[in-house]
């Protein structure tokens, strides 16, 4: 079983900087994806960014257009811990960010494991 835990959300103004923490624990953690999704009221969830390892400390990473270029995904593996730091934020950027583990892609259903969310809200 894996357990996921994010923290760092908050109000943050338009341009502002924020970063939102993931804890993960469990057996086999460091084996999984991870990714970030967001619900905004009345809308769809919708992908963020995801990340995986691969032989050593080659990575790879996964950005929604939206986000491309103003966020950027990391891991920390000795920590278990996938940070998402967030720049140049929009108003359009608030919703509740949901930290998950699966496996490497965009589609909900990629991952098996969710966390409760952080709500992030940008003030115009």
């Known amino acids: 079983q894996v357990q996921l835990v994010e923290s760092g959300g908050g109000l943050v103004q338009a341009g502002g900087s924020l970063r939102v923490s993931c804890a993960a624990s469990?057996?086999?953690?460091?084996?999984?994806?991870m990714g970030w999704f967001r619900q905004a009221p009345g809308k769809e969830r919708e992908f963020v960014a995801t990340?995986?390892?691969?032989?050593?400390?080659?990575?790879?990473?996964d950005y929604a257009d939206s986000v491309k270029g103003r966020f950027t995904i990391s891991r920390d593996n000795a920590k278990n811990t996938v940070y998402l730091q967030m720049n140049t934020l929009k108003p359009d950027d608030t919703a509740v960010y949901y930290c998950?583990?699966?496996?490497?892609?965009?589609?909900?259903?990629?991952?098996?494991?969710w966390g409760q969310g952080t709500q992030v809200t940008v003030s115009s």
């Open positions: 998950a583990a699966g496996s490497y892609g965009r589609r909900g259903r990629d991952y098996e494991y």
């Open positions: 469990g057996r086999g953690i460091s084996n999984y994806a």
């Open positions: 990340i995986r390892w691969s032989r050593g400390s080659v990575y790879y990473a």
